[in-house]
């Protein structure tokens, strides 16, 4: 893979990234937490993305990724494992799991044309979960129904055609999709006006039609075609439910002076190369053992214990297997925690659409990282939330102003209800997409962040599990 320092991020990045990015000083007095390295860090977001490549390269060119149940699941695992071991953690292991059959598209093509005019949709993308097409492929009338409420709906008939709906991260959400299913389309196109000609990874719409999203270039290039005359899309999606895969749970342990527990997840899968989600949050979780394995075990109060999660991006019924199953097992597991840090997207580019003046300029790069969603053990555990607050400022890493209800949309989901948890994250413009390279995750960010979480278990490792523990929330 290239290196990092010259970005390969098309739409206007012209600094060097890995020199240019803003780095927080070390605060006086904290000069062990100097330990966590941000560069270092960022090379195991690279190697998470080499595996990505590795299995997109043996012939998965279209959905790839950190998939679970895949090969990429596998080898991943085992590269997870082995850092773990060279940490000198104990207990490593490898735990597998049974999932249900996943979906998996083998093959899909589409296109659309007018007259003697045809463009290839190349960067459509079937949502997950998605119904395939019959075999012999669907031939349908194109209509376009902007943002896809029910005013851009009025007038128009889309029983059985390919329906063109536009949506972009920001703005409202008009259940487009749903609606466009509901009112009997055929095949629903789901355009994301980011700029750029983006693959999107999108959740299940939960649509009888076959559903994709589609990048910008070609979405805007698709309406412009149906603007002009009468249009007809081609579709083939050829979908599987492969039955009897496996994925697992990768297990480390740094026994401390205690039986008393923190424990720190990660989830492992992801789209693409899946650098902010989640290659990032594991290289935060490995930098946070490589931190504290160097401290003498009799200064590490509690024991820790660190899981490399399989994931959630297979969404839908059988998913999130491995979290199900620590949950049902959290009278043994949790009995004893004082923390649980969820590390999931904690570094993200700081990036801008179409800037004032600067429109045709897409989306632009700056040199630092976004602030993020942020949840520290909610209202009830004043002492974790001040905890949070105080580290994630020494260190540099901005957050909103004001926590979530509840963690944000990830891993600590599963969990926060019964074990005091901390969990920071961000989604941002190419969160699921083919550009969610290394490039977009900042080592700053890593660095701060993992300093932080850090910070936050020395911290309550202070403080006796009463102050964390509480019955379980409704
Ligand atoms: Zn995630």
């Known amino acids: ?25 070390l605060p006086r007095g904290e000069e062990r937490y100097g330990a966590i390295d941000g560069k270092h860090l960022h090379t195991y977001v690279v190697e998470q993305a080499a595996i990505s490549r590795r299995y997109r390269d043996q012939g998965h060119p279209k959905f790839w990724g950190r998939i679970i149940g895949s090969s990429a ?19 490593v292991r490898i735990q597998p799991l049974d999932l249900v059959p996943q979906w998996m598209p083998q093959s899909w093509d589409v296109s659309i044309s007018s007259g003697d005019k045809t463009i290839r949709l190349d960067s459509a993308q079937p949502d997950y979960g998605s119904n395939g097409t019959p075999s012999a492929g669907l031939d349908l009338d194109a209509v376009y129904a902007g ?23 920001g703005l409202k959400l008009e259940g487009a999709v749903k609606r466009a299913d509901a009112k009997g389309a055929a095949a629903i196109f789901e355009v994301d ?34 603007a002009a005359g009468a249009s007809r899309v081609k579709i083939q999606l050829d979908v599987a439910r492969v039955p009897n895969l496996k994925t697992s749970l990768v297990w480390g342990t740094l026994p401390g002076a205690t039986d008393e527990t923190v424990y720190v997840i990660a989830h492992r899968d ?59 097992h959290r009278d043994t597991l949790f009995a004893k925690t ?31 990282f976004l602030a993020q969603q942020w949840y520290a053990g909610g209202p009830s555990r004043p002492d974790l939330r001040d905890i949070t607050v105080r580290a994630f400022r020494e260190f540099g890493a901005p957050l909103y102003v004001d926590p979530n209800d509840r963690p944000p949309a ?30 977009t995750v900042p080592w700053t960010g890593l660095e701060s962040v993992t300093r932080a979480y850090a910070k936050i278990i020395d911290e309550v490792n202070k403080l006796p599990l009463t102050t964390f523990q509480r019955p379980p929330e409704p």
Request: net charge negative.
């Open 338 to 368: 004082a923390l649980m840090i969820n590390c999931e997207h904690p570094s993200t580019l700081q990036t801008y659409v179409r800037p004032h003046y600067q429109e045709d300029r897409g989306i632009v790069a700056s040199n630092t």
């Open 193 to 226: 006006m980011l700029p750029g000609n983006m693959r999107y990874q999108a959740y299940p719409a939960g649509t009888q039609a076959p559903a994709f999203t589609v990048g910008s270039d070609d979405g805007y290039a698709a309406r412009d075609l149906i």
């Open 147 to 169: 943002l896809g409420s029910e005013a851009d709906f009025a007038g128009r008939d889309v029983r059985g055609k390919a329906v063109f709906v536009f949506s972009m991260t």
């Open 73 to 91: 699941d596998a080898e991943d695992a085992d590269w997870l494992a082995t850092r773990f071991k060279a940490i000198g953690l104990t207990d």
């Open 270 to 328: 992801g789209w693409f190369d899946a650098a902010g989600d989640n290659a990032g949050g594991v290289a935060s979780m490995i930098g946070l053992a490589e931190y504290f394995a160097k401290i003498p075990r009799a200064q590490r109060r509690r024991t820790l214990v660190f899981i490399g999660l399989d994931g959630h991006h297979n969404t839908g019924e059988g998913s999130g297997a491995g979290r199900r199953w620590l949950a049902d």
């Open 1 to 25: 893979m290239a290196a990092i320092s010259t970005s390969d991020i098309k739409n206007g990045i012209t600094i060097k990234l890995d020199d240019g990015l803003l780095q927080w000083p």
């Open 410 to 439: 990830g891993d600590l989901g599963q969990f926060w209800r019964f074990v005091p948890g901390v969990a920071s994250s961000e989604f941002y413009h190419y969160f699921h997409t083919d550009r969610e390279t290394p490039e």
